[in-house]
């Protein structure tokens, strides 16, 4: 059974640029979560998706967004980058909304430059 | 957000011995998940548990849900160089439609 696979590995982008992060979950997971990892932060939690549906969303500013498509891929998107917007961006799929089991991809590597 | 306080911030350690962390927190969890991330790395999934007093092994693995819901731990027996890597503790709150809360991670160095 495949994983989940998070493209690109890894990404630069120029300040003011936007860029789109793709997550395909693991077959038959349902739900989908983003979290962004830095070294001061720790993980932190973006949104949650759910059959297309964002059902949860952390304290982040309206540059990051995201969708869930009909098969469950799930892409997320951050628009006029910053600097401090560099990181792992990491993807989690669970089986369904109330699964607690979420099991992670390899991340996207995004560096801001 | 909220993180959940994990315990020690980092560890060097023998290899062969023993180690133990820990996650605590003010609010109640329901759920409590054990993580390891090695460098450039997603986290992987090592123990779920599920129940207040709840002792689960995986290997040289044993993690606990603690009995005031409040707090679980992670001892890893005769660590060996592979175990090197940052191990997080999530926890899944009982109330609300809330998502997983992740502690800050325990960056654990072997030495042979």
């Known amino acids: 059974k495949a994983g989940v696979t998070q493209t690109p590995r890894y990404l630069i982008k120029t300040r003011g640029q936007q860029v789109t992060l793709s997550c395909s979950p693991i077959s038959g997971h349902r739900s989908v979560s983003w979290y962004q990892q830095t070294p001061g932060q720790g993980l932190q939690f973006l949104f949650e998706y759910f059959s297309e549906t964002q059902r949860n969303k952390g304290n982040f500013p309206g540059r990051f967004s995201g969708r869930q498509f009909s098969n469950s891929r799930s892409e997320m998107n951050v628009s006029t980058l910053e600097l401090g917007d560099s990181a792992l961006y990491l993807c989690?799929?669970?089986?369904?909304?109330?699964?607690?089991?979420?099991?992670f991809g390899q991340g996207t590597r995004l560096t801001v430059v | 957000g909220q993180q959940l306080n994990q315990s020690p911030q980092s560890m060097f350690i023998q290899e062969g011995e023993d180690v133990s962390m820990n996650c605590t927190s003010s609010s109640i969890f329901n759920t409590w998940l054990w993580y390891k991330q090695d460098p450039g790395e997603g986290p992987v999934l090592l123990i779920a548990l599920y129940k207040a007093g709840e002792l689960t092994s995986n290997g040289r693995l044993t993690a606990q849900f603690g009995i005031t819901r409040k707090d679980s731990f992670l001892n890893i027996s005769a660590s060996i160089p592979s175990d090197v890597g940052i191990y997080f503790c999530a926890g899944l709150r009982m109330s609300g439609n809330t998502p997983l809360v992740f502690g800050k991670g325990t960056r654990l160095s072997v030495i042979a």
């Open positions: 989690a799929s669970s089986l369904d909304s109330i699964s607690a089991e979420a099991f």
